[in-house]
């Protein structure tokens, strides 16, 4: 049993879509967020929970030290370069461009998959995008449609900032994808589920991503912690509202994470729980079995 049989999975897209296994390619591209680097950054980030550092390597020398590990695992899978660390549309844009092709260019790649802030998506870097020549999808850090909860976040955009930027890809013919945050202080379920609603109406998202609210150390989110000022989920609290949020999901979304990476006791991350993604996936599965439960149902 997996979550696969129960929601739109990622996974499931693309066996559907290309009759094999497809694996994210993760890539930087040597460039720094430009909203940490202005301001101290969100107050949940830690850049080196999902990248080394920002590297300095090229886009070849990654994508083969990557994929060669990696293919002991998967031995016949297609690839996705995955620009996630940073932000990724942020730069001069011949200069990414030629990052972005050069990633396209290497053996049984079928796509490119972008992550990035909405204040750093415009008319000029979409139209390059649009011009690779292979799909393309970018993911924005929408992390909740409220307000309140972007300012407690410190993420330095609005969200009409992030309607902005996703209207602007699709007018490019980009496939869209949003980050959502769940455990946010001050967000019941319910205004979780607004967020849900807004993404399975807007039409112009086509993928989505749940993150629990992990705390990390060395972050202004620890120190929030500390004070008191909130309590993040258990798993049981975040299962529990995944199971809520799934059947308020339109069908046709996507749904490319639903959990946080594997967050280990020894690493970076503080966290109420840890453990392996694969055990929350597998407790996930059972809870919408139980419950009958489906992505879409409740549309």
């Not at 070849?60 to 994929?67: A, P, W």
């Not at 900032?161 to 967000?187: F, M, N, Y």
């Not at 629990?212 to 990390?216: N, P």
């Given at each position: 049993?997996?979550?696969?049989?129960?929601?739109?999975?990622?996974?499931?897209?693309?066996?559907e879509k290309?009759?094999?296994?497809?694996?994210?390619?993760?890539?930087?591209t040597?460039?720094?967020?430009?909203h940490?680097?202005?301001?101290?950054?969100c107050?949940?980030?830690?850049?080196?929970?999902?990248?080394?550092?920002?590297?300095t390597?090229?886009i070849?020398?990654?994508?083969?030290?990557?994929?060669t590990?990696m293919r002991?695992?998967?031995?016949?899978?297609?690839?996705?370069?995955?620009?996630?660390?940073?932000?990724?549309?942020?730069g001069?844009?011949?200069h990414?461009?030629?990052?972005?092709?050069?990633a396209?260019?290497?053996?049984?790649?079928?796509?490119?998959?972008?992550?990035?802030?909405?204040?750093?998506?415009?008319?000029?870097?979409?139209?390059?995008?649009?011009?690779?020549?292979?799909?393309?999808?970018?993911?924005?850090g929408m992390?909740?449609?409220?307000?309140?909860?972007?300012?407690?976040?410190?993420?330095g955009?609005t969200?009409?900032?992030?309607?902005?930027?996703?209207?602007?890809?699709?007018?490019?013919?980009?496939?869209?994808?949003?980050?959502?945050?769940?455990?946010?202080?001050?967000?019941?379920?319910?205004?979780?589920?607004?967020?849900i609603r807004?993404i399975?109406d807007?039409?112009?998202v086509?993928?989505?991503?749940?993150h629990?609210?992990?705390?990390?150390r060395?972050?202004?989110?620890?120190?929030?912690?500390?004070?008191?000022r909130?309590?993040?989920?258990?798993?049981?609290?975040y299962?529990?509202?995944?199971?809520?949020?799934?059947?308020?999901l339109?069908?046709?979304?996507?749904?490319?994470?639903?959990f946080?990476?594997?967050?280990?006791?020894t690493?970076v991350?503080?966290?109420?729980?840890?453990?392996?993604?694969?055990?929350?996936?597998?407790?996930?599965?059972?809870?919408l079995?139980?419950g009958s439960?489906r992505q879409?149902?409740?549309r």
């Open positions: 049993m997996d979550p696969s049989d129960f929601v739109n999975t990622y996974s499931r897209y693309m066996r290309y009759s094999r296994r497809m694996q994210r390619v993760p890539l930087a040597g460039i720094a967020c430009p940490r680097i202005s301001t101290g950054g107050v949940f980030c830690r850049p080196d929970t999902y990248t080394d550092a920002v590297s390597e090229d070849v020398t990654q994508f083969n030290t990557i994929t590990r002991k695992t998967f031995p016949d899978c297609g690839w996705i370069p995955y620009f996630n660390a940073e932000t990724s549309t942020y001069e844009i011949d990414l461009k030629q990052l972005f092709q050069k396209l260019h290497q053996q049984d790649v079928f796509e490119l998959a972008l992550s990035t802030r909405p204040d750093a998506v415009t008319d000029e870097i979409a139209a390059m995008l649009e011009t690779l020549g292979l799909p393309v999808t970018v993911e924005i992390q909740s449609i409220h307000e309140r909860s972007l300012k407690f976040l410190k993420r955009h969200f009409q900032e992030c309607v902005t930027a996703l209207e602007t890809l699709r007018r490019h013919h980009i496939r869209t994808g949003v980050h959502i945050i769940i455990g946010i202080p001050g967000e019941s379920t319910e205004s979780i589920l607004e967020t807004w399975s807007c039409r112009i086509d993928e989505v991503k749940f629990q609210l992990v705390v990390y060395d972050t202004a989110l620890e120190q929030i912690l500390r004070e008191g909130f309590i993040p989920l258990t798993m049981n609290d299962l529990a509202i995944l199971t809520v949020l799934i059947p308020e339109d069908e046709r979304i996507v749904v490319s994470r639903l946080t990476s594997n967050v280990r006791r690493g991350a503080t966290a109420p729980e840890t453990g392996l993604k694969r055990t929350a996936m597998n407790r996930l599965a059972k809870l079995s139980d439960i879409g149902m409740n």
